[in-house]
């Protein structure tokens, strides 16, 4: 059980397109997701939480206008890096918090993001 | 303000050479302590939650277990499948989770 999955896995991309992740709840309702960012060997950054049904609260420093966050249903929530540039080349990772056990969130796979 | 610290950085073992990992943590209201376990390129796989003072969870090799300042994750006669970066992490009143740089575990066969 508390399955997470992102798609795409990987992607990449042309400098000042749009790209969109997903990010779903494979087997339980998550009232609350996360966006996190990591950098090579250092350790997870988180950039917001997603609430089902209501705006995302976003960290300091991170751009609200750049890293769009939609949580539409408890079992998906969407980040779209919109005008992407290369410094926004990550890995991006997203978890979920089973309403269940209400404190422990579960990660998905994450997503390799590469902007040229 | 709330705050997580792991120790080693890295740790080298040979097969089957036990140790421990070591989460100290500073957090107003603990409601939750978390480990992870992360493998290079993937997202972290939830290991333990534990949430007060005395508690004990066990999986396979792994023992984690928790006191008012740190937590350890015992790991008795590593593989070299166990090798991996351990994360922890914290949620305290202000609702946020904390996490600690991680240790990375490098098992020799």
């Known amino acids: 059980g508390a399955v997470v999955s992102q798609h795409p896995s990987w992607v990449i991309c042309k400098s000042g397109t749009s790209v969109k992740i997903e990010c779903r709840s494979l087997d339980f309702q998550a009232t609350t997701m996360f966006w996190y960012r990591q950098f090579p060997k250092q350790s997870l950054m988180l950039m917001a939480t997603s609430n089902e049904g209501s705006k995302a609260t976003y960290e300091q420093g991170v751009e609200k206008d750049k890293f769009l966050i939609n949580h539409a249903s408890l079992t998906l929530s969407t980040l779209t890096v919109t005008s992407a540039h290369p410094e926004d080349s990550s890995f991006y990772i997203c978890s979920a918090r089973d309403r269940r056990t209400e404190e422990t969130q579960y990660f998905g796979p994450g997503t390799r993001l590469l902007v040229l | ?109």
């Open chain 2, 1 to 109: 303000e709330d705050q997580v610290t792991q120790s080693p950085e890295a740790l080298r073992l040979q097969e089957g050479e036990s140790s421990s990992l070591n989460c100290s943590y500073t957090v107003s209201g603990l409601r939750g302590l978390f480990w992870y376990r992360q493998d290079p390129g993937k997202g972290p796989e939830f290991l333990f939650t534990l949430y007060s003072a005395g508690e004990e969870k066990e999986k396979e090799r792994l023992k984690a277990t928790l006191t008012k300042k740190e937590s350890f994750l015992h790991i008795t006669a590593p593989k070299p499948e166990d090798s991996a970066t351990y994360l922890c992490a914290v949620r305290g009143g202000t609702y946020k989770y904390i996490f600690g740089t991680g240790t990375r575990l490098k098992v020799l066969a």
